[in-house]
């Protein structure tokens, strides 16, 4: 069974400038988060996607920070314009449904921003 | 909101068994779960403790007690290959559509000498 797949792995970019992220998650599962890692610390949730509807995005940073779940599979995190404070890893994650305790990360994408 | 404490790093023996400890405070507790990360790699999920006392698997054991608001994560055998972060995320505080938010601590660096 493949995992939860991200894309780009890295990903340096000067600040102002717009970056993407791609997550594909786990077939069949419904439930979709974006995290933040910062260096040093535990991941902090972005915003969770129950099939195509953000249901909480309390988290995300709303005047630069946007994403979407197109047909409730694929997502897309976006910011614009990056920030230095914005250098982190960021993680998509999955699982079956809400209430499902184990969640399964992708590899992350590792973004600087110079 | 929740807060977790967990110790920054452990070092231990191979072989060995060692403990790493988590305290929380939540506004509404649903459970406590552990995962692994090694260092450049995806958080994976080891356990989770919804009703107190302790759950095995395999070399790796939790425990819960929700009146302490504590749990532990037992690793029995210590292989070089355990060597990574251990975070622990409690479950607690409703955020929306039937779920509750999951936050992380800031990770336990584990490092397995010969």
């Known amino acids: 069974e493949a995992g939860v797949v991200q894309s780009p792995r890295y990903k340096i970019i000067e600040k102002k400038q717009p970056v993407a992220f791609w997550c594909n998650p786990i077939?069949?599962?419904?439930?979709l988060y974006w995290y933040r890692q910062n260096l040093g610390q535990g991941p902090e949730l972005l915003i969770r996607?129950?099939?195509?509807?953000?249901?909480?995005d309390s988290q995300l940073p709303k005047d630069r920070f946007s994403a979407e779940r197109l047909k409730g599979v694929d997502s897309t995190l976006k910011i614009q314009p990056a920030e230095l404070g914005d250098s982190a890893v960021y993680l998509c994650?999955?699982?079956?449904?809400?209430?499902?305790?184990?969640?399964?990360f992708g590899p992350g994408t590792r973004l600087t921003v110079t | 909101g929740q807060s977790l404490e967990q110790p920054s790093e452990v070092t231990a023996v191979e072989g060995a068994i060692v403990q790493i400890n988590c305290t929380y405070q939540?506004?509404?507790?649903?459970?406590l779960s552990w995962y692994q990360q090694h260092d450049g790699g995806a958080p994976t999920f080891l356990s989770y403790?919804?009703?107190?006392g302790l759950e095995e698997t395999g070399r790796f054991s939790s425990f819960l007690s929700r009146s302490d608001s504590y749990g532990y994560l037992l690793l029995q055998e210590l292989q070089m290959k355990d060597s990574a972060s251990y975070f622990c995320?409690?479950?607690?505080?409703?955020?929306?559509?039937?779920?509750?938010?999951?936050?992380f601590g800031k990770g336990t660096k584990l490092s397995v000498i010969p």
């Open positions: 994650a999955s699982s079956l449904g809400p209430t499902d305790h184990e969640q399964y």
């Open positions: 077939s069949g599962h419904n439930t």
């Open positions: 996607y129950e099939n195509e509807e953000a249901v909480d």
């Open positions: 939540t506004s509404g507790f649903y459970g």
């Open positions: 403790n919804a009703l107190d």
């Open positions: 995320a409690v479950r607690g505080g409703y955020s929306g559509a039937g779920s509750y938010q999951l936050t």
